[in-house]
């Protein structure tokens, strides 16, 4: 999936959770956006946001999931909404276009600091049920 391609198909479409597999690996990382992207270029504030990394091994489970949430202290810089231009960013740790992971906003390390090659990318919009009494 291109920059392009993912503002085109995830813009406006409210929260999303993105999963993508590092190739030549079973390493599966992603985030939360409890926005919509928008392509603002803009900084998106929360506290809900997360990344996440796991292995998996088998089909049968998954090992090692390490989760991290916004450090408290900034949670303004939890998302960066870039245009078709940027990357898809969470905070200034995970970027998935430009295969970059650092620890800087997000409270845990999610995986080792450094650059990976992305296999395949799915984003599921999250659909919230309103229930009626």
């Known amino acids: 999936m291109t920059k392009i391609k993912f503002h085109n198909l995830c813009d406006n479409k ?12 079973n390493d599966i ?15 998106i504030g929360s506290t809900e946001s997360f990344i ?3 292995k998996s091994e088998s089909r049968e489970g998954i090992d090692d999931i390490n989760f991290s949430r ?5 949670p303004n810089a939890a998302i960066f909404d870039g245009d078709s231009n940027f990357d898809v960013t969470f905070g200034s740790d995970l970027s998935l276009f430009s295969g970059e ?3 800087v906003h997000y409270q845990r390390r999610i995986m080792n600091c450094g650059t990976f090659t992305i296999k395949e ?4 919009q999250i659909r919230r049920n ?3 009494a």
Request: hydrophobic letters at 35%; a neutral charge; glycine letters at 6%.
């Open 52 to 54: 996440f990394s796991f």
């Open 70 to 74: 916004i450090n408290n202290h900034n």
């Open 101 to 103: 992971y650092k620890h």
């Open 29 to 43: 990382i992603g985030g939360y956006n409890p926005h919509s992207w928008t392509s603002s270029n803009e900084w």
């Open 121 to 124: 990318f799915e984003v599921f």
């Open 14 to 25: 409210g929260p999303t959770l993105i999963l993508a597999r590092i190739d030549n690996t």
């Open 130 to 132: 309103i229930r009626t």
